[in-house]
């Protein structure tokens, strides 16, 4: 299993980026993908996941209303569009993968993770 995240960058606050997460190696779509952030000096905490099987989303409230995240089947990828940025979402975003969509934010339920991308916000 691979996953393989992009789109990160600098932009302003109140901008937008868009990240994509592309995932290989699954033999079906029994799977959760999270996006997580961790900020420096900061535990990494969970931001958004999307059920591969019924579409289910969920958001921490730091975000909602701002992000949303979403998932083309026929390509593996899962986005995560995020707008309205605000220097605190400045964090290396990761996405993860695990069975199951309980307990979505938790780091330790994931059983695989892709390398990070960047994104910072100025003010």
């Known amino acids: 299993v691979q996953l393989v995240e992009s789109g990160g960058g600098l932009v302003q606050a109140g901008g937008s980026l868009r990240l994509s997460c592309v995932a290989s190696g699954f033999t079906n779509d029994r799977y959760t993908i999270g996006w997580f952030r961790q900020a420096p000096g900061k535990e990494r905490e969970g931001v958004s996941s999307?059920?591969?099987?019924?579409?289910?989303?969920y958001y921490a409230n730091s975000v909602k209303g701002r992000f949303t995240i979403s998932s083309d089947n026929a390509k593996n990828t899962v986005y995560l569009q995020m707008n309205s940025l605000k220097p605190d979402d400045t964090a290396v975003y990761y996405c993860?993968?695990?069975?199951?969509?309980?307990?979505?934010?938790?780091?330790?339920?994931?059983?695989?993770w892709g390398q990070g991308t960047q994104v910072t916000v100025s003010s």
């Open positions: 999307i059920d591969r099987r019924d579409g289910s989303t």
């Open positions: 993860a993968a695990k069975v199951g969509s309980h307990s979505w934010w938790l780091v330790v339920a994931y059983d695989y």
